[in-house]
Structure formats: structure tokens, C-alpha cells
T-cell receptor, first 115, second 119 residues
């Protein structure tokens, strides 16, 4: 079975500091990995994805994520946090070998950037 | 690209009533997904369509839930005999997958959701 873990419900960071939002996954075979952001009363917005190739992927709004196969992790990072980055972040995985096309989401991490 | 549109934004209903939600995907997208999200949880997959064909259904989708996409464009999600446990945000998403049977690595484009409250 596939699963995604976001071990931190809440992450607080000062504006201008680097931020990391953690994600680990468990799937059979190779994963497709995604990060989405959700603002209040809104749907989810795509940030970035890892399919294959370079382990470091860059996405929208200056975010990037590093795929680490040995640690089965896909942590989201940004070098310098903005107050406007405050939102709910979801990691998601799609497992190629299952044949299923649905995305499986983690429980989310609330990021608060403190001015 | 006008985005994914969901109606209504909010629905309050009494237990036992039927409700229907509508989703209009991005016009050229051939895949349409329904998810449910409760407070403090990530979205949970319910079902998805490839054009008008419903290809996958979650075990979460009880027989009180039915979804259609009759012309491969908009979709409806109906819940019959609603229960308080059905209270949640129902999210629709769409994507464009170039080939049938190809594993979808396209990002999903989500609507703003329909918040259902069952009293």
C-alpha cells in the first residue's frame, strides 16, 4: 500500500530564513511525487513534481524539493521565506506499479512565516 | 484557462436529504477527479473519469455516492440519504493526459471545492 507521512503538523519560520517542510513516502516501485499548497477556502495549487531524472526539482514561487530514494523522502525547501508563503502544504504520491492513477496525499503541514 | 469551477461553494442540508454538486473542468482536460477533504486531513480520492468513462472508484465511495460525466465535460457528484459523516469539502480536479493508459504524471488542477454541512 502507498502512504505519505508529513511528520510536522506545524512549521514556524522567520521571514527571510530558509524553510523546510518534510515528507516521506512508502510505495511499491517508483513514485511520482508532488507538492501542493492550499490557501484558506481555496483548492490546492500545484507547486512542483518529481517524475524522474535530477533529484532536485524546482517549482513555483521559488520552491524546490529534493528526492532522496534511499531515505524515501521528498522535502520541500525555499532559501528565503516570505510571509505570503504561509499556507497549508501537502505532499502527494502516485505509485506507478499499482496501476492506480489517483494521487495519495499526506495530512498536510501548516507553514507560518513570522514577519 | 478559466480554471476548474465548482458549484455550489457551500451546501447545508439536513440528514437524509440528497445533494448534487457540479464540477466544470478546464475545457481541454480529459481526466476529472473527485476528492473529499475533512478538517486536518489531506484530500482523499473518491473517483476519476477519463473523458466520460469512470475508470476508478475508491472503497470510500459507498453506494450512496454516484458520479457522472455524461458528455466528457462537466461532472456531477450526488450523495443520497446524506449522513453527518458526509460533512466535508468536496474537491474536483482535472488534468490532461496525452495517451490512454499512460500513467498520469500531469499535475492536477483543483477547483475551490464545495463545502457540505449535514445537520
Amino acid at each position: 500500500a502507498q502512504s505519505v507521512a508529513q511528520p510536522e503538523d506545524q512549521v514556524n519560520v522567520a521571514e527571510g530564513n530558509p524553510l523546510t517542510v518534510k515528507c516521506t513516502y512508502s510505495v511499491s516501485g517508483n513514485p511520482y511525487l508532488f507538492w501542493y499548497v492550499q490557501y484558506p477556502n481555496r483548492g490546492l495549487q500545484f507547486l512542483l513534481k518529481y517524475i524522474t531524472g535530477d533529484n532536485l526539482v524546482k517549482g513555483s514561487y521559488g520552491f524546490e524539493a529534493e528526492f532522496n530514494k534511499s531515505q524515501t523522502s521528498f522535502h520541500l525547501k525555499k532559501p528565503s521565506a516570505l510571509v505570503s508563503d504561509s499556507a497549508l502544504y501537502f505532499c502527494a504520491v502516485r505509485a506507478l506499479q499499482t496501476g492506480a492513477n489517483n494521487l495519495f496525499f499526506g495530512t498536510g503541514t501548516r507553514l507560518t512565516v513570522i514577519p | 484557462d478559466t480554471g476548474v469551477s465548482q458549484n455550489p461553494r457551500h451546501k447545508i442540508t439536513k440528514r437524509g436529504q440528497n445533494v448534487t454538486f457540479r464540477c466544470d473542468p478546464i475545457s481541454e482536460h480529459n481526466r476529472l477527479y473527485w476528492y473529499r477533504q475533512t478538517l486536518g486531513q489531506g484530500p482523499e480520492f473518491l473517483t476519476y473519469f477519463q473523458n466520460e468513462a469512470q475508470l476508478e472508484k475508491s472503497r470510500l465511495l459507498s453506494d450512496r455516492f454516484s458520479a457522472e460525466r455524461p458528455k466528457g465535460s462537466f461532472s456531477t457528484l450526488e450523495i443520497q440519504r446524506t449522513e453527518q459523516g458526509d460533512s466535508a469539502m468536496y474537491l474536483c480536479a482535472s488534468s490532461l493526459v496525452p495517451l490512454t493508459g499512460v500513467m498520469d504524471n500531469s499535475p492536477l488542477h483543483f477547483g475551490n471545492g464545495t463545502r457540505l454541512t449535514v445537520t
